[in-house]
């Protein structure tokens, strides 16, 4: 069965220094997607990075960039530069088809 | 375009009322996906309509949850006698596809959010 994990429930980090997320999957298909979603305090799911299986670099989006590790089934975020405004829930999600199953979530704190 | 939107983005009703929620999803995605969400947990799948095809229902969609996507643009959830267990975010996305292999970004809505007192 496929599952995604996230085993950090909250984080805390100092304004402009740099974290990580983590993320681990499984699941036995050969293609898949990968995703982050930022969810504030508003309710809504802001798409943030998207890796496929068969990508071979790291995306990257700005201050997003996806640590993937495909032979781990490990999907991490990592934001650099944070911010005050990235406090929010983050959800890891892998999408195979047109099915999506997400993480339990991390919840990420900014310290100023 | 300015995106998914739903509404109403606040809910409370009693007890064994019917609810309806509606979704408007980007005008050129075909793919539309609602999902319901606990305090603490991510997403879960409820439905998915290609077009106006409902092509895929998860066992959490019990016999009082019914989805339409009449024309294929907005879509109606309704819960038809509501129960406490109802109380919930429930999220509307929608998606076209990118990419090769088929795999596709999903874009959220605002959600709304239930209260079964």
């Known amino acids: 069965a496929q599952k995604i994990t996230q085993t950090q429930p909250g984080m805390f980090v100092q304004e402009k220094e740099a974290v990580t997320l983590d993320c681990t999957y499984d699941?036995?298909?050969?293609?898949?997607?990968l995703f982050w979603y930022k969810q504030p305090s508003s309710g809504e799911m802001i798409f943030l990075i998207y890796?496929?299986?068969?990508?071979?670099q790291n995306a990257t989006e700005g201050r997003y960039s996806l640590n993937f590790q495909k032979a781990r089934k490990s999907a991490n975020l990592v934001i650099s530069a944070s911010q005050l405004g990235d406090s929010a829930m983050y959800f890891c999600?892998?999408?195979?088809?047109?099915?999506?199953?997400f993480g339990a979530g991390t919840r990420l704190f900014v310290k100023a | 375009d300015t995106g998914v939107s739903q509404d109403p983005r606040h809910k409370i009703t009693k007890r064994g009322q019917n609810v309806t929620f509606r979704c408007d999803p980007i005008?050129?995605?075909?793919?539309l996906y609602w999902y319901r969400q606990t305090l603490g947990q991510g997403p879960e799948f409820l439905t998915y309509?290609?077009?106006?095809?409902?092509?895929?229902k998860s066992r959490l969609l019990s016999d009082r949850f019914s989805a339409e996507r009449p024309k294929g643009s907005f879509s109606t959830l309704e819960i038809q006698r509501t129960e406490q267990g109802d109380s919930a975010m429930y999220l509307c996305?929608?998606?076209?596809?990118f990419g090769a292999g088929g795999l596709e970004t999903q874009y959220f809505g605002p959600g709304t959010r239930l209260l079964v007192l």
């Open positions: 996305a929608s998606s076209s596809l």
């Open positions: 699941t036995s298909d050969q293609s898949y997607g």
């Open positions: 890796q496929g299986s068969y990508d071979e």
């Open positions: 999600a892998m999408m195979r088809g047109f099915k999506t199953i």
């Open positions: 005008s050129e995605h075909n793919r």
């Open positions: 309509f290609q077009n106006e095809a409902q092509l895929e």
